[in-house]
């Protein structure tokens, strides 16, 4: 296997959608191997390479213009790639023409036609595909079952809602049963309550048909709640892959930390130092005390990561105290998230909140487990 390829080869999603060991080395379902996509002269996505099991959910995560959609669109055949392969199945595709690929697509504007009905547009790529009229209409039928729309077969998209127009983009992009599903941002245009329920509808027509999807999205939570595995892109190259709690847990790169969930950046000075463990003066003028992968020199500059759910507040706060003032606090029910000044660093505290909610202005202790953090070194990479 080249370098760089992730080795997925072997995995595929048991019932519950988790990837598990097979035996027999399964081919994967899509594999980029060193792709490069210049847009002219500039580079947007470089040493791209993935491999997506079969019947996985995979997200493309990242800022604006990381190259999340010039993948997308690569496979899809939308745009060319300047290096490397790709291959959806056995079958190499980069030189293959967009309508060849068998690839289903969901866009952020729906990309419906305004003047078909609902069956025209679910039937569109049956017909292009020139399935019997019989056939058609029991697919179509089955699509719209499948999106919860049953019956709207006559209706035209003007009369849908948003989240319906984008179910009906879905069955569209499903019901000739391409071997890859690709989703651009399908849920941004949509209102709040609509996406998380979008979400969880996604994730369930995906899991029922068992299509190989790739999701590409800026929104972590989405990112977090829908996927298998998520690759966190940044300015063009793939930043790290892994499940959502691997990726949200151990970050490997500052970059990954900042961007996924809000972390609490430490930085500090390691004063003392042993296998195991070491004592970090931070840049704060608190002292914390920290599990540590591997020995660390008194000295060395380190960042200490801590996850917002892992700072506990008040009483809560047993080890790793240090002291701050409440700059915000926004109460949430059973959990509060306070934002507390500890000397010119805000860290940020979402936990659930047992006793009174502390106010803007008091003071407060804040406090951490020493494993419950990542220690990155001073170019940003996690200590391991
Ligand atoms: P967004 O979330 O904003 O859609 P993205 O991560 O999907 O961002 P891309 O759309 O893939 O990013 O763009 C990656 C980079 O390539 C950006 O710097 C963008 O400006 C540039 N780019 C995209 N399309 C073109 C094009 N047709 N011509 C020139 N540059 C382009």
Do not use: W
Not at 38 to 47: L, P, S, T
């Amino acid at each position: 296997m080249p370098e760089g390829v992730i080795p997925l080869q072997s995995s595929r999603p048991d019932a519950a959608g988790a990837e598990v060991s097979a035996a027999g080395a399964e081919r994967p379902a899509v594999e980029f191997r060193d792709v490069e996509i210049a847009y002219g002269k500039f580079v947007a996505v470089r040493d791209f390479s993935l491999s997506i099991a079969k019947g996985s959910f995979v997200t493309l995560l990242g800022p604006s213009g990381c190259g999340k959609t010039t993948i997308l669109r690569s496979l899809a055949g939308l745009v060319d790639i300047t290096r490397g392969q790709i291959s959806i199945g056995s079958r190499r595709v980069d030189d293959v023409p967009i309508y060849k690929r068998n690839i289903g697509l969901v866009f952020q504007n729906y990309a419906l036609f305004p003047h078909k009905t609902v069956f025209d547009n679910v039937a569109f790529g049956l017909k292009y595909r020139n399935v019997p009229k019989a056939d058609i209409k029991r697919k179509v039928g089955q699509a719209l079952d499948m999106v919860r729309l049953p019956g709207s077969e006559k209706k035209l998209p003007s009369q849908l809602s948003g989240g319906q127009q984008q179910r009906i983009a879905l069955a569209r992009a499903i019901v000739f049963e391409p071997e890859v599903l690709l989703l651009d941002e399908p849920l941004s245009a949509l209102d709040a309550n609509m996406r998380e329920e979008m979400r969880v509808e996604i994730k369930k027509i995906q899991r029922e048909t068992g299509i190989t999807a790739i999701f590409v999205t800026h929104d972590q939570e989405e990112a977090l709640s829908m996927s298998d595995r998520i690759v966190v892109m940044n300015a063009g190259s793939m930043e790290q892959i892994g499940t959502p709690q691997e990726v949200y847990e151990t970050p490997q790169t500052a970059f990954v930390a900042d961007f996924l969930g809000k972390a609490n950046m430490l930085a500090g000075t390691v004063s003392v130092a042993d296998g195991n463990s070491a004592t970090v003066d931070l840049a704060v003028g608190q002292t914390v005390k920290v599990a540590t992968p591997r020995p660390l020199g008194v000295g060395s500059a380190v960042t200490v990561v801590v996850r917002p759910q892992k700072l506990s507040v008040g009483p809560a706060a047993t080890t790793n105290r240090l002291s701050g003032r409440v700059v915000s606090t926004s109460y949430l029910g059973g959990s509060a998230i306070y934002e507390v000044d500890l000397g010119g660093t805000t860290v940020r505290s979402n936990t659930p909140i047992s006793g009174t909610v502390v106010r803007e202005g008091e003071a407060m202790e804040v406090g951490f487990d020493p494993a419950g953090c990542v220690l990155l070194d001073e170019s940003g990479r996690r200590i391991s």
